[in-house]
């Protein structure tokens, strides 16, 4: 059986966008990987989704503290809510021994360009780009990296940040590209 990358010491946790894709196997990732007395703030749009992660993760018996915020990310409004819950989760369990931000909410039409170290995945987004992008040679772009199966799931995605963050190695405020092998 595979060994789970463990994430050293106590932290506060942040994924935003963690209702399905990316966001939601890095957050499932993320309460089986941290440690008991971890805190995990998930947000998105789709409320029920985070409520679903959240009991998955306490059946499952991780010990992580999740912590469902139902929010539109698009504007200042949903922003303050996970600063709020931020806030709470610091008063109820104090300060952890690091914090993890990680901001992956997104759509097709606003990507956001920092955000491409995920490399090309295969999920909802990249079928949508495969049938709906205008440009044809863009769009024969994202079907032969299809076809020619060079896209990765979103649970090998996770994978390999959860090991970076597992190794411990990295500077913090780095810029790490774990798309690359
Ligand atoms: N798929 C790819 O090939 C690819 C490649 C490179 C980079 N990326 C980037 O990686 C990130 C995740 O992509 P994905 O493929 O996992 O996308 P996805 O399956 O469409 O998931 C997007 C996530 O973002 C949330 N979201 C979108 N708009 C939001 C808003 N206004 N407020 C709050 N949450 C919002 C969605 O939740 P709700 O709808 O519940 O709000 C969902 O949880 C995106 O930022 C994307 O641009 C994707």
Same mark, same amino acid.
């Given at each position: 059986m595979a060994v789970r990358p463990s994430v050293?010491?106590?932290? &506060?946790?942040? $994924?935003?966008?963690? !209702?399905?894709? =990316?966001?939601? /196997? *890095?957050?499932l990732g993320l309460s089986a990987s941290l440690q008991p007395g971890s805190q995990l703030v998930v947000a998105a749009r789709c409320g029920e989704a985070l409520r679903e992660l959240r009991d998955g993760a306490a059946a499952a018996g991780s010990g992580?503290? $999740?912590?469902?915020? @139902? /929010?539109? &990310?698009?504007?200042?409004?949903? *922003?303050?809510?996970? $600063?709020?819950?931020? @806030?709470? %989760? %610091?008063q109820q369990h104090g300060a952890p021994d690091r914090l993890l931000i990680?901001?992956?909410?997104?759509? *097709? &039409?606003?990507?956001?360009?920092? *955000?491409?170290?995920?490399?090309? =995945?295969?999920? !909802?987004?990249?079928? %949508? /780009?495969r049938k709906e992008t205008g440009d044809p040679e863009l769009r024969k772009m994202f079907v032969d990296m299809h076809r020619q199966g060079q896209l990765l799931t979103c649970q090998e995605s996770a994978r390999k940040l959860l090991e970076i963050l597992a190794k411990d190695e990295f500077e913090s405020g780095a810029h790490i590209d774990y798309f690359d092998p």
């Open positions: 050293k010491g106590t932290s &506060l946790c942040i $994924v935003t966008g963690a !209702s399905r894709g =990316l966001g939601r /196997a *890095l957050a992580v503290d $999740v912590c469902p915020v @139902q /929010a539109d &990310l698009s504007g200042d409004a949903g *922003l303050r809510e996970v $600063v709020r819950a931020v @806030q709470r %989760q %610091q990680i901001n992956n909410a997104g759509e *097709l &039409l606003n990507p956001d360009p920092t *955000l491409h170290p995920t490399g090309p =995945l295969d999920n !909802s987004m990249h079928e %949508q /780009a």
